[in-house]
Antibody
Framework: EVQLVESGGGLVQPGGSLRLSCSAS????????MTWVRQAPGKGLEWVAN????????YYVDSVKGRFTISRDNTKNSLYLQMNSLRGEDTAVYYC????????????WGQGTLVTVSS | SYELTQPPSVSVSPGQTASITCSGD??????VCWYQQKPGQSPVLVIY???KRPSGIPERFSGSNSGNTATLTISGTQAMDEADYYC????????FGGGTKLTVL
């Protein structure tokens, strides 16, 4: 079964840093744009960042620009999100998802990892 | 940024047809997809490219997109369809609608 598994979430103080990871299995990871999507408690889905197959193109939502960095390691079938200068409004479940260019949609999602920013 | 608007909630009786709308400027010119999310679970793609169903999605799920409005239709709604539904389109970046809570009662 195709699978994406996130890890690295937890409780962090405002201004702190956290690095999320997403591991892909039984999946042609290197062939897909990959994305981080977050969901604040009781709220809707928000696109955060995405990265091209070779890692050379990266895009971010305005609210995280300069604070978050998306990266990938195709040799390890892994996606990352380095989050710095965290704020309370970054509290959310963070999902990694693959972008299917044929579908023009996110067809595979991980189970999510919770990030809580609080003192 | 591109905005997609959904009604916060829709109610339907079991066996009836549920329609969830998603509105955006010239949305009919874009591909729209729909995700279903049940409590505590990850989103699941149920419709892509306006009206196509991924493998494993029941035939009762269908979609349309024209003008400024896309619609997700669930025919013969079942209790298991109770969930939050999100539309999504691509403009200069990914845009999600705010989500619609479907209640089956």
């Amino acid at each position: 079964e195709v699978q994406l598994v996130e890890s690295g979430g937890g409780l962090v103080q405002p201004g702190g840093s956290l690095r999320l990871s997403c591991s892909a299995s039984r999946f042609r990871f290197s062939s897909y744009w990959m994305t981080w999507v977050r969901q604040a408690p009781g709220k809707g889905l928000e696109w955060v960042a995405n990265i091209k197959q070779d890692g050379r193109e990266k895009y971010y939502v305005d609210s995280v620009k300069g604070r978050f960095t998306i990266s990938r390691d195709n040799t390890k079938n892994s996606l990352y999100l380095q989050m710095n200068s965290l704020r309370g409004e970054d509290t959310a479940v963070y999902y990694c998802a693959s972008w299917n260019g044929d579908y023009v949609a996110f067809d595979i999602w991980g189970q999510g990892t919770l990030v809580t920013v609080s003192s | 940024s591109y905005e997609l608007t959904q009604p916060p909630s829709v109610s339907v009786s079991p066996g009836q047809t549920a329609s969830i709308t998603c509105s955006g400027d010239k949305l009919g010119d874009k591909y729209v997809c729909w995700y279903q999310q049940k409590p505590g679970q990850s989103p699941v793609l149920v419709i892509y490219q306006n009206n196509k169903r991924p493998s494993g999605i029941p035939e009762r799920f269908s979609g349309s997109n024209s003008g400024n409005t896309a619609t997700l239709t669930i025919s013969g709604t079942q209790a298991m369809d109770e969930a939050d539904y999100y539309c999504q389109a691509w403009d200069s970046s990914v845009a999600f609608g705010g989500g619609t809570k479907l209640t089956v009662l």
